[in-house]
């Protein structure tokens, strides 16, 4: 997983403009369960190679971002498409990556109009 500072992140994100998704978790040193949310990106990151993970550490969570920490915010195609708490249970976090890869490849499939609808779900 990339470690990359906050004001770096779009210039991060223009580098992946491509079918990869973008998985970025927004943590904190002084959370408990943030470094637990860490550890179970890490543990599962080989079994997602279509997928590229950044970690970026953050005092308050971003105004692009929910309002909490840890919070796992995935791009595609340079757009924020999906959002939610950091996973630090490493079943919940393959099932939630599970859940996104199969809406995008329907819709990339045309089963579900845009992209915009990776949140529909």
Sequence with gaps: MKDIELENLKSELDLYKSDKLI??????SECTVCKDAIDAIEYVEADWPDWVFIKVHVEYPPIFAPGYIPAFT??????????CIGKHNVVELNKELQKLQTRLEEIKAGKHGNIT?????
Excluded: D, H, Q, S
């Design 23 to 28: 998985g970025v978790l927004l943590w904190n």
């Design 74 to 83: 995935v791009f595609y195609l340079g757009t924020r498409i999906y959002e």
């Design 117 to 121: 609808n990776v949140y529909n779900n």
